[in-house]
């Protein structure tokens, strides 16, 4: 979905920010930023429809209007990956938080060293972005591995769990900052197989899902532990929430 | 459909992955009666069924382990490729496979017998045990992944 304001200018936005998108009539919902940072001439947005706001929202046409507020949330930390190997992993609908971060990486290339993005899907039909990710697997300075739960005589890719491709990744562990977004329970096991090939957990960073309803840490509905997803995260430091991800409570 | 296996094979099993830090004298026992196989994409290397009587050790491409349920289109449920190593049922009765084991491209693997390799296993528990150390940490990730499928993560 690409947005263009009715009057004014879109606001800058970082790579991992969210939106309020508002349905008229219907209600609001977090949905993350992912456009090209260096466009800002619009808000871009996928969608999947899981409710009954994000199937009103997919059901709009050119020339509606739906209302925006944002970008909010702290975003993916920019700073740490200057001169180091840089890895994304993303599962399922976690492509879409991290590809401004794609596109600010390959916008400044010379000032990383090796890229790895590895995307998991739950089919080959479930894939996002599939035209943009042939793209990307041909270019020569990224190494875009793709890989599904499931698929059937027609798929010629990998299948096998995003943690699969960990141990053949190509990154120095030590020099190396990896951002993960997904299902908890893979960016969880995802942390871990790089944490076991020498990552430190400081260098891990990942987009953190709850049900966001103000956006700006006043109403609680998204506490996470002693903090605030909307207002705090939705991006984390590994470190941070590592001993909150044992937890089934939190 | 097939590919095929022949003797006098070019790959060496102590060149593997699976085998680093072997024994070299038990690997080459246990290389005895190995064969080398190629195929080419959509060929099986073995079906749901059949007696399981090779441990395979992939050294190129890329195999897709398939299950077929009565009434559904088969599915892939992993995909493996070079350094890794194919089917244990060889290893406890019934040495029947229990899957479908399909090359997605061209494929090179080193098929080792399995009877050899249960008699040497038997015959030298040292070895034995080393192998099994090193067998189980493929099948407990394997079965790990099997649980996440089950958990359906990426569904909405």
């Known amino acids: ?78 700073h740490p990956m200057e001169g180091k190997d840089v890895v994304l992993v993303a599962g399922g609908l976690g492509l879409p938080p991290l590809r401004p971060l794609l596109y600010e990486l390959l916008a400044h290339r010379d000032r990383f060293g090796r890229l790895e993005v590895i995307y998991g899907a739950r089919s080959p039909k479930d894939l996002v972005y599939y035209d943009e990710i042939q793209r990307w697997r041909v270019r020569s300075d990224l190494r875009f591995q793709v890989t599904v739960d499931t698929a059937g005589r027609d798929w010629y890719g990998d299948v096998g769990l995003v943690t699969a491709r960990i141990p053949d990744a190509r990154f120095e562990p030590e020099r190396t900052v990896a951002y993960l977004c997904g299902p908890e329970i893979m960016m969880k096991l995802t942390a ?25 840490g006043l109403c609680g509905h998204c506490q996470y532990g002693p903090e605030f997803v909307c207002r705090d995260g939705p991006v984390f430091s590994y470190r941070d929430v590592k001993p909150r991800m044992a937890l089934r409570e939190v | ?30 290389s005895t009666g190995a064969l080398e196989g190629s195929y080419e994409a959509g060929d099986l290397l073995f079906r749901e069924g059949e007696p399981a009587n090779r441990f395979f050790l992939v050294f190129h491409g890329k195999i897709a382990i398939e299950l077929a349920a009565p009434d559904r289109p088969r599915r892939t449920i992993e995909t ?22 399909r090359a997605v491209k061209s494929t090179r693997t080193l098929a080792l017998d399995a009877k050899t390799l249960r008699d040497d ?7 034995g045990y080393q192998f099994l150390q090193r067998l189980l940490p493929v099948i407990a990730e394997r079965l790990e992944m099997a649980r996440i499928q089950i958990l359906d993560i990426h569904g909405v």
């Not at chain 2, 296993?121 to 070895?127: E, M």
Request: glycine share 12%.
């Open chain 2, 1 to 30: 459909m097939s590919g095929h296996l022949r003797g006098d094979p070019r790959l060496k099993a102590a060149d593997h992955a699976f085998f680093r830090g072997f024994d070299a004298a038990f690997v080459e026992r246990l």
């Open chain 1, 192 to 216: 871990q197989a790089l944490e076991e090939r020498g990552v430190a957990d400081d260098a891990i960073y990942l987009s953190i899902e709850r049900n966001m309803k103000c956006a700006v």
């Open chain 1, 1 to 78: 979905m690409v947005l263009r304001p009715t009057f004014g200018h879109v606001p800058p936005f970082s790579p991992g920010q969210f939106n309020m998108l508002y349905r008229f009539g219907l209600g609001e919902v977090a949905i993350s930023i992912c456009g090209d940072p260096s466009r800002p001439d619009e808000i871009v947005h996928t969608v999947r429809s899981a409710g009954k706001i994000t199937s009103a929202l997919v059901r709009v046409a050119p020339g509606e209007t739906v209302g925006v507020r944002g970008p909010y949330g702290t975003g993916w930390p920019l």
């Open chain 2, 80 to 101: 493996i490729g070079p350094g890794d190593v194919l089917g244990w049922s060889w290893l406890s009765p019934p040495y029947r496979w229990r899957f479908d084991a």
């Open chain 2, 121 to 127: 296993l038997d015959a030298s528990p040292k070895d």
